[in-house]
């Protein structure tokens, strides 16, 4: 999905957040508990409040009890109210952001220059913008060979990889015996070439575990101190945030 600049491009957004978030709500997400988030009628409203209203009061922060709604609320209302996910979607991938061609040690979205070079050296600063980007390249470029193989290796060492493989195959027609996890073979490599990988590079389930297990972890770790800070760094508020202890270390 991209969204294309016109004169209904707010409008296609605005629905495009509401229906996010009605998902959300009705706990229709991709991944495998859900947010589960446990709130009364009220709190639900204040909830779609605090997440797509044009202002938010600090009375509606304190009716948000669990911090889980109030971390929830703030994070969808930065991805959404403030347009991170429109800023994501009206990119073109490999063109505007992509993954780096060369920096094999970096897998992380980069500022591309124009169709298929990537910027030297360069990184997206934002968190948030990085992590979007990183995730909307993958699910239209898909895994490499390389990449997809490192997946497979992640999971012949799990304890519950039947499982695992279980869940990515729910649902997939035309995989014939690839149903059955024990028919993954990494030691034949035409049948790796020519089965598994058209059928596993582009799963979004596969993306999202190569991403949050593999490359996440380390290359969007982040670190209690550092010597630059973005606008999020700047904006860390006590009343938003209890936890933060809104200190600065340079920028």
């Not at 209904?8 to 957040?17: G, M, R």
């Not at 991709?30 to 204040?46: A, D, F, S």
């Not at 991403?211 to 973005?230: D, G, N, R, V």
């Amino acid at each position: 999905i991209r969204l294309l600049d016109g004169l209904q491009l707010n409008e296609a957004y605005n629905d495009l957040c509401h229906w996010i978030l009605e998902d959300i709500l009705k706990d229709i997400v991709p991944w495998k508990n859900g947010l589960k988030l446990m709130m009364t009628l009220h709190e639900r409203t204040i909830f779609k409040q605090c997440t797509l209203g044009e202002e938010i009061r600090e009375e509606d922060l304190a009716s948000l009890k669990s911090a889980k709604l109030l971390y929830s609320a703030l994070t969808l209302r930065g991805l959404l109210s403030h347009e991170i996910l429109l800023l994501v979607l009206k990119k073109r991938v490999r063109v505007e952001y992509g993954s780096h061609p060369v920096r094999t040690n970096y897998q992380m979205a980069v500022p591309f220059r124009f169709k298929d070079v990537a910027a030297e050296r360069t990184d997206f600063a934002h968190p948030d913008v990085c992590l979007g980007l990183t995730f909307a390249t993958y699910y239209q470029c898909g895994l490499s060979e390389i990449q997809l193989l490192d997946v497979f290796r992640r999971l012949s060492r799990m304890s519950d990889a039947a499982a695992h493989y279980s869940r990515w195959t729910e649902g997939m027609s035309a995989i014939g015996n690839l149903r059955s996890y024990s028919a993954i073979n990494l030691d034949d490599q035409m049948l790796f070439k020519q089965k598994v990988c058209p059928a596993f590079r582009k799963h979004v389930g596969v993306i999202d575990f190569w991403l949050l297990k593999m490359i996440f972890p380390t290359q969007a770790k982040q670190y209690e101190a550092k010597i630059t800070s973005t606008a999020v760094d700047l904006f860390k508020s006590k009343d938003l945030v209890p936890p933060c202890n809104s200190i600065t270390t340079g920028f």
